[in-house]
């Protein structure tokens, strides 16, 4: 147990993790959130592969999980958070950020609305004493859930076909981002269409009690789906093909950020798609996130590119000019892409570089027999989703 060896007596173990240990032949345990997390179990490539030509099994249990409820829970959710939640009806998903009064991001992530005055956020920070402060005045009640409730994410191309298999009744009218609750073999189920990884794919909820019972429901379905258990490794990769940021990656939540300045509004981190400037009323950071759009205020834009050649380029720097004396920005998140066969990555460029197809020198330091190389290559500006399969929203 390298990675953890030393905090083994304080960390806890998901409802699933009876069922992971004897898996992870690899013994690569990593902690999240105060929780053994699988790093992989046999290797990073084959559970990759699974994800994109399968099914995959990832324990999303340690997701921190706030329940907003109450007569002002409607109206106090849509204050917080930049996407206009008036658009988003009972039993669905939608992905957004939250932001302090000027504009720079806390976190970004998905909240479930599950009734007219009921939502559910899901956070991989804690973010009680915000969501506390932020509450001033409305009628509302937050808690945090996080342990109620034991979730497994299945991702893949097979992944309805398994539900179908384990006989989830509806799964194919689920929609995009559409939530069901149900029931299989006497036991509650809600059941999400979303993930990490860019492909088709849902959530399972169950309570704890039942986590073994659903990790034992779709492992019996075995070979056939190609269904693989998948550790936070070849998560990285799929999420980076489908263009997903990560907190304390590819952005510093600001209440995290050492210095003021590192701290970034959604625009900045290039998902300005999810800040509803023209919903009604007032949300946070809205007066601050009007100005950066209207004066152009943004330093720069979190964008994909794409590489010349094969060498990775976590960390690398971007210039203008191929002797490097205009520095652009930085790489946040860089890869490989097996599927693909592209040299992919995330980079900060100033706004003015950010449209597709503008073309970039970035500095490659590598390892080559014992020495470090260095490489001066293209590279292009890209939309960041790079990988966005139609199965991804189609109906079954």
């Known amino acids: 147990m390298t990675h953890v060896q030393y905090l083994k007596p304080f960390l806890k173990k998901t409802p699933f993790h009876a069922?992971?240990?004897?898996?992870?032949?690899?013994?690569?345990?990593?902690?999240?959130?105060?929780?053994?997390?699988?790093?992989?179990?046999?290797?990073?490539?084959?559970?990759?592969?699974?994800?994109?030509?399968?099914?995959?099994?990832?324990?999303?249990?340690?997701l921190i999980k706030y329940s907003i409820t109450g007569k002002d829970a409607a109206h106090f959710a849509n204050f917080l958070v930049t996407r206009d939640l008036a658009k988003i009806k009972p039993m669905t998903a939608a992905y957004t950020a939250w932001c302090d009064d000027d504009g720079k991001m806390l976190e970004e992530g998905t909240i479930f609305r599950l009734g007219e005055n009921e939502f559910l956020l899901n956070a991989a920070l804690h973010q009680l004493h915000w969501l506390d402060d932020a509450s001033y005045g409305f009628d509302v009640r937050i808690e945090e859930v996080s342990?109620?409730?034991?979730?497994?994410?299945?991702?893949?191309?097979?992944?309805?076909?398994?539900?179908?298999?384990?006989?989830?009744?509806?799964?194919?009218?689920?929609?995009?981002?559409?939530?069901?609750?149900?029931?299989?073999?006497?036991?509650?189920?809600r059941i999400d269409r979303a993930g990490f990884t860019g492909d088709l794919g849902y959530e399972i909820w169950v309570k704890p009690q039942d986590a073994l019972w659903l990790w034992e429901t779709l492992f019996r379905q075995g070979d056939p789906f190609k269904i693989a258990p998948m550790g936070s490794l070849a998560l990285d990769m799929v999420r980076i093909e489908a263009g997903f940021i990560l907190v304390d990656v590819d952005y510093i939540g600001a209440k995290h950020a050492v210095r003021p300045t590192a701290a970034v509004s959604p625009f900045e981190a290039g998902i300005g798609w999810c800040v509803g400037?023209?919903?009604?009323?007032?949300?946070?950071?809205?007066?601050?996130?009007?100005?950066?759009?209207?004066?152009?205020?943004?330093?720069?834009?979190?964008?994909?590119?794409?590489?010349?050649?094969?060498?990775?380029?976590?960390?690398?720097?971007l210039y203008a000019d191929k002797p490097g004396k205009v520095e652009l920005g930085l790489t946040t998140s860089a890869m490989w892409s097996p599927h693909l066969k592209k040299n992919l990555a995330f980079a900060k460029v100033p706004p003015a570089y950010a449209k597709p197809g503008t073309e970039m020198w970035i500095e490659i330091w590598y390892g080559k027999e014992q020495k470090i190389e260095r490489s001066m290559v293209r590279c292009w500006a890209r939309n960041r989703m790079f990988f966005d399969p139609p199965r991804k929203k189609a109906m079954g």
């Open 277 to 317: 400037l023209k919903k009604d009323g007032y949300f946070v950071g809205k007066r601050a996130l009007t100005a950066e759009k209207e004066k152009g205020l943004s330093r720069h834009i979190l964008i994909g590119i794409e590489i010349e050649g094969r060498k990775p380029a976590p960390g690398a720097f």
């Open 19 to 62: 069922a992971m240990d004897p898996l992870m032949h690899g013994n690569g345990w990593i902690r999240w959130q105060g929780y053994y997390s699988p790093a992989f179990y046999d290797s990073e490539q084959s559970e990759y592969f699974a994800t994109r030509h399968g099914a995959s099994v990832y324990d999303v249990s340690p």
């Open 147 to 189: 342990e109620t409730l034991a979730g497994l994410s299945l991702q893949g191309p097979n992944s309805r076909a398994i539900l179908q298999a384990i006989g989830v009744a509806g799964i194919e009218t689920l929609p995009h981002f559409g939530i069901m609750e149900t029931s299989l073999d006497g036991k509650w189920l």
